[in-house]
């Protein structure tokens, strides 16, 4: 007996199928970190990035993919890539990613300044952004990250001086920026760090430190 007693039956019975063959995907389609990992990863050029071939769109979320860490709530805490040569630039939108706790992009072959856009992070504890081809000055919005422990931005080409802001740094425990370009005087307001042990300011172009803070230590 045939299943369908017409031409009619048969139409809509397909018209279902490919309904639900639409439909369905959307329901399980990456959510917006994951978007916006994606978008940043297009942008690269580096020539070994086969690190990042499980960054699948496919995936409801980026949680299993190299690099990335997430909470009980497959929120993204985590992006570490250090030394995987991405040649690129820092990402310039962060607004899906504020959920970040630590950034580590040390050693990528990275290059332009480092965004503005960093600045709403302010979960962010964890900064490595050093040994890369960075370059401009040190955005005084990296310094409302008021969370941070550890930022590292040694060994770029950054440029100008250490931003009076530091001083809002109240949980910084170490701060690397030698090996740069940059120029004037630690500024006085890093006094206020209490919590700083290590700061590493030497090697640079014509970096003066002036800094009596007994828990801090400058190697020459």
């Known amino acids: 007996m045939p299943v369908f007693q017409s031409p009619l039956c048969f139409f809509f019975f397909f018209l279902l199928l490919l309904t639900s ?15 916006s ?4 990863r297009k942008s690269l050029k580096g020539p070994n990035l086969q690190a990042l071939d499980n960054w699948d769109s496919t995936n409801e979320t980026p949680c299993g993919w190299f690099g990335i860490t997430c909470d009980v709530n497959k929120n993204v805490v985590e992006l570490s890539l250090s030394y995987v040569d991405l040649l690129g630039s820092i990402p310039s ?3 899906s990613l504020l959920t970040l706790k630590k950034l580590v992009l040390s050693g990528t072959n990275l290059t332009g300044s480092i965004p503005k856009a960093i600045g709403p992070l302010r979960d962010l ?10 370059t401009g000055e040190i955005p005084k919005e990296l310094f409302d990250l008021e969370k941070l422990v550890e930022l590292y931005v040694n060994t770029n080409k950054l440029e100008g001086s250490i931003p009076v802001e530091i001083g809002n740094l109240k949980n910084l425990v170490v701060f690397t920026c030698y090996d740069n370009q940059l120029g004037g005087s630690i500024p006085s307001t890093i006094g206020q760090l209490k919590n700083l042990q290590v700061i590493r300011a030497a090697e640079t172009r014509t ?7 007994k828990s801090v230590t400058v190697p020459a």
């Not at 504890?125 to 960075?134: A, M, Q």
């Not at 970096?207 to 803070?213: D, N, S």
């Open 21 to 35: 063959s639409i439909l369905i995907p959307s329901c399980f389609s990456l959510n917006p970190q994951g978007q």
């Open 37 to 40: 990992l994606l978008s940043w």
């Open 93 to 95: 939108e962060f607004t």
């Open 125 to 134: 504890n964890y900064l490595d952004l050093s040994d890369n081809g960075l």
């Open 207 to 213: 970096l003066k430190v002036r800094c009596r803070m």
